[in-house]
């Protein structure tokens, strides 16, 4: 008997990973960034109101779940309005919807902020860290899923 409990709690679907969205400021998630010194190190620098980004981020997903176990540290984050609550749901419903149970961040800076930092206008942004922390890839507007695959798994047999 108890193994055919054992045996159906077996069957039961997995536990849906805890996905968590966390306000942090540009210079906090700088600091973040840097202390993960030793793994190499993708950002995700998207927003819910980007078509694009909504589309490549199920590679971001793939990235993480095939690289995690060897190293790879992924960040995403979200550029949504800050302190516009219907923007961070939206942003952490699209996370669960796409079970990004790595770090997500939101940043509480306004748009120029990072905008002047990563001298962009807007996401799609992708950044790639090696193990000693250096920028080894950087990805703008529409970018290759394959070419940031082989830049990671190049840095990751480093």
Known sequence: ?????????????????????????????????????????LVDVWGSFCA?????????????????GRGLTVISVSVDV??????K??????????????RNVILTDKAAVWQEKWKVDGPPLLFVFDNRGRLAGRWEGKFDPAEVEKKIVKLLDE
């Open 1 to 41: 008997m108890f193994a055919l409990v054992v045996a159906s709690l077996a069957l039961l679907p997995a536990e849906p990973p805890t996905v968590r969205l966390d306000a942090v400021s540009y210079t906090d998630l700088a600091t973040e960034v840097k202390a993960l010194q030793g793994k190499v190190v």
């Open 52 to 68: 694009p980004c909504r589309e490549k981020f199920p590679h971001v997903v793939e990235l993480h779940r095939k690289y995690a």
């Open 82 to 87: 800050p302190g516009d609550t219907d923007a």
């Open 89 to 102: 749901a939206a942003a952490r419903d699209f996370l669960v919807l796409q079970k990004a149970s790595f």
